[in-house]
């Protein structure tokens, strides 16, 4: 018997998208404009490497806009 589930996960929604300004910082997942009805525990996300990262929960990622520097303490 073949096993007929299909490995497309096309319709699976993508992953929302989020940009920051350099007031956002530090950048953090759940995010103010998320409802609390699908939180996830607070994690804070470094995007001093590429300047984007992406939640480790909820695939959710975060991007900074363009011309945003991070900058070190």
């Known amino acids: 018997m073949s096993d007929t589930r299909s490995a ?6 993508p992953a929302a998208v989020v940009e920051l300004d350099a007031g956002d910082l530090p950048a953090y997942c759940p995010s103010r404009s998320m409802s ?7 994690v804070y996300l470094d995007l001093s490497h590429g300047g ?3 939640c ?18």
Not at 8 to 13: A, C, G, L, Q
Not at 37 to 42: F, I, L, S
Request: a positive charge.
């Open 52 to 54: 984007h990262a992406q």
């Open 8 to 13: 497309d996960h096309s319709t699976r929604p």
């Open 36 to 42: 609390a009805w699908n939180a996830h525990p607070k």
């Open 56 to 73: 480790p929960y909820c695939s959710t990622e975060y991007r900074l806009k363009p011309g945003v520097v991070v900058k070190g303490h």
